[in-house]
């Protein structure tokens, strides 16, 4: 599955292994404070406006993020086991606890007679995860016959099928595959390919010069030694191969697009068809790459990157077998240094992906890892039983009608926007009523039969449940698109944009306080989760967003005189965000994380007007305070206080160079500075440093 055009809303951490790169939906937030503690499910006071929150010594006008979320900090210090720390992590903890007390009750030998097939399974494989004596016994014994098959590879001849079969059990070595719909025809699924291969976060890790991106290299090939030391190797060997593994990934590398160039859509789409495709790469037969695969042989497919591919085929022809072996025993080893394997592993792998990169102190522990993998592996027998239990339907309901409203709101300010050519707003319209809503769960649940998990097998259930998954996404090639599939499981803290598919996707996990909850007021629903939907709503028109029609088509529906003031318009936000230096030395990238800035402005835009609408029908009275702030006043500070987040600095650099999400201290404080209602509702004099006298504005 290629979810690259899906922009989630929350930035997604790499905490334990890294997930399969081009995965951006893959959830992968979570930790908490109060570890080990047996799960207490009912929910903590989690406010969405909280003024105990607030720090009144913070003039409001000179730094809004500091008086909303002072008070947070001062109760959250962060917790050694994360790098890390905010609102979102908070809310997913709980529900960690709550899949937890799923899970433990699943994983119980004689579990309750009405147990249903897909609780037996995602308690055996919770049981397997947690069961580190036997994986500790067992060693790598189970991955023997992997590394038997890798050392069998006697000539790149055998490369393609060899690949195919690590590509099915989840071990991303040189590219990718898998199945996505057409950019010219989002009613066809077809097959695409895409660069990979990668053991750094992303491709520029491996040709920065600075002091910091060079020692952080030195580090990667130390953690590539110690992972083949710890797999047997002699030192000297495990030094050398090390250092084969750096060179192939940095010629891998080099030939990628950077991850702003991949934000484009129309830099990834070169159609082709696979007989086409095969002829182009001469040293690498994709026809016995798809037999064994079992992916389509003939048929259109997307040879996303060929600068990509055309370097993977000459490496093929002129690289050494012995250090091809070498790359993909690394990868091999890569992909199961977590829970399924002997704990010198899991740990290794934590120290460099979790500490050296991203600054944690301590290893999560390990019931989080594994609710997290199961959550992974089978996120919809999961998700059913968390949803049926903490998703009401009337919560449902609560969303839809806010999303309703917000989708109005955009209608109305559609018209009002005066650099748009009537001809561009009608097709813009039609996009926007063409928005599929989709809320808390899916209507049909996966069906996770052909997978068989084996208790007391963790390494052979992770193989599986990529086996099954691997198989699932190829199946979907020729089929119609099912627009009912969901990128993220129900109990994410999370919510996302497709723009392929024109849905906006809020899992349940998410639509609960300290976000949304209907012990509170409208003012703060609308300032929290009503300014999320306006941000996922966004996406359909944000630089990326905006290049796909309301069929998901990658068209353009733009008159040329529109796009030229959309990117001026734009260009005033880049420039705002690469001024800002997040971290010494380190500064925004505007370009990568425009489309994120323009969703978090148009949002909160759109939220504003919903609200404004809302108060009005409602008669709120403009002027009662609540804890001494008044409604608009009450909107504002729900916003910042959901992006209350402590983050180490290591964080901080990883997040500025590769996330196209901006530090939440900016989610808050940058987009605020360009609205001057907010200003208006603090009285903030014009000179104030929370007032932008230039704002920029697109939606
Ligand atoms: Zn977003």
Same mark, same amino acid.
């Not at 559609?414 to 813009?428: C, V």
């Not at 803290?493 to 409208?522: I, K, R, T």
């Not at 990658?554 to 800002?580: G, H, P």
């Given at each position: 599955?290629?979810?690259?055009?899906?922009?989630?809303?929350?930035?997604?951490?790499?905490?334990?292994?890294?997930?399969?790169?081009?995965?951006?939906?893959?959830?992968?937030?979570?930790?908490?404070?109060?570890?080990?503690?047996?799960?207490?499910?009912?929910?903590?006071?989690?406010?969405?406006?909280?003024?105990?929150?607030?720090?009144?010594?913070?003039?409001?006008?000179?730094?809004?993020?500091?008086?909303?979320?002072?008070?947070?900090?001062?109760?959250?210090?962060?917790?050694?086991?994360?790098?890390?720390?905010?609102?979102?992590?908070?809310?997913?903890?709980?529900?960690? &606890?709550?899949?937890?007390? /799923?899970?433990?009750?699943?994983?119980?030998?004689?579990?309750?007679?009405?147990?249903?097939?897909?609780?037996?399974?995602?308690?055996?494989?919770?049981?397997?995860?947690?069961?580190?004596?036997?994986?500790?016994?067992?060693?790598?014994?189970?991955?023997?016959?992997?590394?038997?098959?890798?050392?069998?590879?006697?000539?790149?001849?055998?490369?393609?099928?060899?690949?195919?079969?690590?590509?099915?059990?989840?071990?991303?070595?040189?590219?990718?595959?898998?199945?996505?719909?057409?950019?010219?025809?989002?009613?066809?699924?077809?097959?695409?390919?895409?660069?990979?291969?990668?053991?750094?976060?992303?491709?520029?890790?491996?040709?920065? @010069?600075?002091?910091?991106?060079?020692?952080?290299?030195?580090?990667?090939?130390?953690?590539?030694?110690?992972?083949?030391?710890?797999?047997?190797?002699?030192?000297?060997?495990?030094?050398?191969?090390?250092?084969?593994?750096?060179? /192939?990934?940095?010629?891998?590398?080099?030939?990628?697009?950077? /991850?702003?160039?991949?934000?484009?859509?129309?830099? &990834?789409?070169?159609?082709?068809?696979?007989?086409?495709?095969?002829?182009?790469?001469?040293?690498?037969?994709?026809?016995?790459?798809?037999?064994?695969?079992?992916?389509?042989?003939?048929?259109?497919?997307?040879?996303?990157?060929?600068?990509?591919?055309?370097?993977?085929?000459?490496?093929?022809?002129?690289?050494?077998?012995?250090?091809?072996?070498?790359?993909?025993?690394?990868?091999?080893?890569?992909?199961?240094? =977590?829970?399924?394997?002997?704990?010198?592993?899991?740990?290794?792998?934590?120290?460099?992906?979790?500490?050296?990169?991203?600054?944690?102190?301590?290893?999560?522990?390990?019931?989080?890892?594994? @609710?997290?993998?199961?959550?992974?592996?089978?996120?919809?027998?999961?998700?059913?039983?968390?949803?049926?239990?903490?998703?009401?339907?009337?919560?449902?309901?609560?969303?839809?009608?806010?999303?309703?409203?917000?989708?109005?709101?955009?209608?109305?300010?559609?018209?009002?926007?005066?650099?748009?050519?009537?001809?561009?707003?009608?097709?813009?319209?039609?996009?926007?009523?063409?928005?599929?809503?989709?809320?808390?769960?899916?209507?049909?649940?996966?069906?996770?039969?052909?997978?068989?998990?084996?208790?007391?097998?963790?390494?052979?259930?992770?193989?599986?449940?990529?086996?099954?998954?691997?198989?699932?996404? %190829?199946?979907?090639?020729?089929?119609?698109?099912?627009?009912?599939?969901?990128?993220?499981?129900?109990?994410?803290?999370?919510?996302?944009?497709?723009?392929?598919?024109?849905?906006?996707?809020?899992?349940?996990?998410?639509?609960?306080?300290?976000?949304?909850?209907? %012990?509170?007021?409208?003012?703060?629903?609308? =300032?929290?989760?009503?300014?999320?939907?306006?941000?996922?709503?966004?996406?359909?028109?944000?630089?990326?967003?905006?290049?796909?029609?309301?069929?998901?088509?990658?068209?353009?529906?733009?008159?040329?005189?529109?796009?030229?003031?959309?990117?001026?318009?734009?260009?005033?936000?880049?420039?705002?965000?690469?001024?800002?230096?997040?971290?010494? =030395?380190?500064?925004?990238?505007?370009?990568?994380?425009?489309?994120?800035?323009?969703?978090?402005?148009?949002?909160?835009?759109?939220?504003?007007?919903?609200?404004?609408?809302?108060?009005?029908?409602?008669?709120?009275?403009?002027?009662?305070?609540?804890?001494?702030?008044?409604?608009?006043?009450?909107?504002?500070?729900?916003?910042?206080?959901?992006?209350?987040?402590?983050?180490?600095?290591?964080?901080?650099?990883?997040?500025?160079?590769?996330?196209?999400?901006?530090?939440?201290?900016?989610?808050?404080?940058?987009?605020?500075?360009?609205?001057?209602?907010?200003?208006?509702?603090?009285?903030?004099?014009?000179?104030?440093?929370?007032?932008?006298?230039?704002?920029?504005?697109?939606?």
């Amino acid at each position: 599955m290629f979810s690259f055009a899906v922009s989630p809303h929350r930035s997604l951490i790499v905490v334990a292994a890294v997930i399969a790169a081009v995965l951006l939906a893959a959830p992968a937030l979570c930790q908490n404070t109060t570890a080990g503690a047996s799960a207490p499910a009912a929910a903590p006071q989690l406010r969405v406006f909280d003024s105990s929150l607030i720090d009144k010594t913070v003039d409001p006008c000179e730094n809004f993020y500091r008086f909303s979320c002072n008070g947070w900090f001062q109760r959250n210090p962060l917790p050694p086991d994360q790098a890390v720390y905010g609102r979102f992590t908070e809310l997913a903890e709980l529900n960690r &606890l709550r899949l937890k007390q /799923i899970l433990e009750s699943a994983a119980r030998t004689a579990g309750p007679p009405t147990q249903s097939v897909n609780e037996q399974k995602i308690g055996d494989e919770y049981a397997s995860c947690m069961d580190t004596a036997t994986v500790n016994k067992l060693g790598l014994a189970p991955l023997q016959p992997e590394l038997d098959r890798i050392a069998a590879l006697k000539t790149s001849v055998d490369l393609p099928a060899l690949l195919a079969h690590l590509h099915s059990i989840g071990v991303h070595a040189f590219f990718d595959m898998g199945s996505n719909q057409d950019f010219a025809d989002s009613t066809s699924v077809i097959s695409f390919y895409g660069a990979g291969g990668l053991g750094l976060p992303e491709r520029d890790y491996y040709t920065r @010069t600075d002091a910091k991106s060079v020692e952080q290299r030195q580090q990667y090939v130390a953690h590539v030694k110690t992972i083949f030391i710890l797999a047997g190797e002699p030192q000297a060997q495990a030094t050398q191969d090390a250092e084969t593994v750096l060179a /192939i990934e940095t010629r891998l590398a080099k030939a990628s697009l950077t /991850i702003t160039e991949q934000r484009d859509p129309q830099n &990834l789409n070169h159609p082709t068809d696979v007989l086409r495709f095969s002829k182009e790469l001469t040293h690498f037969s994709l026809a016995d790459y798809v037999a064994a695969a079992h992916a389509p042989a003939v048929g259109k497919a997307n040879d996303m990157e060929p600068k990509f591919f055309a370097e993977f085929n000459a490496l093929v022809a002129d690289t050494p077998i012995a250090q091809i072996r070498t790359y993909l025993r690394w990868h091999l080893l890569h992909a199961f240094a =977590g829970t399924s394997l002997p704990e010198s592993f899991d740990q290794e792998n934590w120290n460099f992906y979790s500490h050296v990169l991203n600054g944690a102190e301590k290893q999560q522990e390990r019931w989080k890892r594994c @609710t997290r993998r199961v959550d992974q592996e089978l996120g919809e027998a999961l998700g059913q039983v968390y949803a049926a239990r903490y998703f009401p339907p009337e919560e449902k309901q609560r969303t839809l009608d806010m999303t309703l409203a917000i989708e109005q709101a955009m209608d109305k300010d559609l018209d009002s926007l005066d650099w748009m050519s009537a001809a561009t707003k009608i097709k813009a319209k039609e996009k926007l009523h063409a928005v599929m809503n989709k809320i808390g769960y899916p209507d049909k649940w996966r069906d996770y039969s052909s997978l068989s998990i084996v208790r007391g097998d963790a390494l052979g259930n992770q193989m599986r449940a990529h086996q099954f998954e691997f198989a699932r996404d %190829l199946a979907k090639i020729g089929k119609p698109v099912d627009k009912g599939e969901w990128l993220m499981t129900p109990p994410t803290v999370n919510a996302y944009y497709d723009p392929q598919m024109n849905n906006v996707n809020f899992p349940a996990g998410y639509l609960q306080a300290p976000f949304f909850s209907g %012990l509170e007021d409208d003012a703060a629903n609308y =300032g929290d989760m009503g300014s999320t939907i306006g941000h996922e709503l966004t996406h359909g028109f944000d630089d990326e967003g905006r290049q796909f029609d309301k069929e998901g088509n990658l068209s353009n529906w733009w008159t040329k005189e529109d796009e030229q003031k959309f990117n001026e318009r734009a260009e005033c936000m880049v420039k705002q965000y690469d001024a800002i230096e997040a971290v010494p =030395g380190v500064h925004l990238n505007g370009k990568l994380t425009l489309g994120e800035n323009l969703a978090d402005l148009g949002g909160l835009w759109l939220a504003w007007l919903a609200w404004q609408e809302k108060a009005q029908a409602a008669h709120v009275d403009m002027n009662a305070t609540m804890d001494g702030y008044t409604p608009d006043q009450r909107f504002w500070i729900a916003y910042a206080q959901q992006w209350c987040t402590q983050t180490r600095p290591e964080q901080l650099r990883t997040q500025a160079q590769t996330n196209p999400h901006a530090p939440d201290e900016y989610r808050t404080n940058t987009v605020l500075q360009d609205l001057p209602e907010f200003a208006k509702s603090f009285s903030c004099k014009k000179t104030a440093a929370m007032v932008n006298p230039k704002p920029c504005r697109v939606w």
